[in-house]
């Protein structure tokens, strides 16, 4: 069975201080990952992916995820937060049982980001 | 390219009332998907589809019909709205059902049902 748990509902950090999102999951098969973000009122945007090719992933606005097998992570980070950072994350694991299979994606419960100024 | 595009934004039903949220894409995708978002639940899956023709369901199915008579369009029909479906619901679609490399929202629908 997967599995995905975003360990933090809510982070606060200061503008231009580092932001860590934690997510850990569980698969069964070799598993897709995804972070997504939702501003308010708006739609999920792909973040980043990662799809088996290298484990340090970088993505858009300046976040990066590293996938983590041994620890079943993939945290998300940013060296510097934005005010334009604050929104919902979500973290998606994927995978794909057999080769006629459709994908099964499972959502993490989301972690709201704040930024103080 | 519009991308996925939902109808209508906002919705208010009273409880029992029938309604229709419509999905269409124009990329062409294999696979559409319906969630409900509901707070601190994320993202759950209501009713999938492979293809035209080819539905399923997903995590939180009752109450809820859909049919995909056409590559584009997926519609979500709600039987007799209850409370428990006030919810955001979103539409996504996925270019290649059993390779996902990234998944397509439209905007949401926001429904309350009274």
């Known amino acids: 069975a997967q599995s995905v748990t975003q360990l933090d509902s809510h982070v606060s950090v200061s503008e231009g201080t580092p932001v860590l999102l934690r997510c850990n999951y569980s698969s069964s098969y070799s598993p897709s990952l995804f972070w997504y973000v939702q501003h308010p009122n708006k739609g999920l945007q792909l973040l980043l992916k990662y799809t088996s090719a290298a484990t340090l992933v970088k993505g858009i606005n300046g976040f990066e995820a590293e996938f983590k097998k041994s620890e079943t992570s993939f945290h998300l980070t940013k060296p510097s937060a934005h005010m334009s950072d604050a929104a919902e994350y979500f973290c998606?694991?994927?995978?794909?049982?057999?080769?006629?299979?459709?994908?099964?994606?499972?959502f993490g419960s989301g972690t709201r980001l704040s930024i103080r100024p | 390219n519009a991308g996925v595009t939902q109808t209508p934004k906002f919705q208010v039903l009273k409880t029992g009332q029938s309604m229709t949220l419509q999905c269409a894409q124009d990329?062409?995708?294999?696979?559409m998907s319906w969630y409900r978002q509901d707070p601190g639940m994320g993202l759950r899956l209501i009713h999938y589809?492979?293809?035209?023709?080819?539905?399923d369901q997903g995590e939180v199915p009752n109450g809820y019909n859909v049919s995909r008579s056409t590559t584009e369009d997926f519609p979500l029909r709600l039987l007799s709205a209850a409370p428990s479906q006030t919810s955001v619901y979103f539409c996504?679609?996925?270019?290649?059902?059993?390779?996902?490399?990234?998944?397509?929202f439209g905007p949401g629908t926001r429904l309350t049902v009274l």
């Open positions: 589809s492979v293809g035209a023709g080819i539905t």
């Open positions: 996504a679609s996925i270019p290649r059902a059993g390779v996902y490399n990234e998944q397509f």
């Open positions: 998606v694991v994927s995978v794909t049982p057999g080769y006629s299979s459709a994908s099964k994606i499972i």
């Open positions: 990329m062409n995708h294999e696979y």
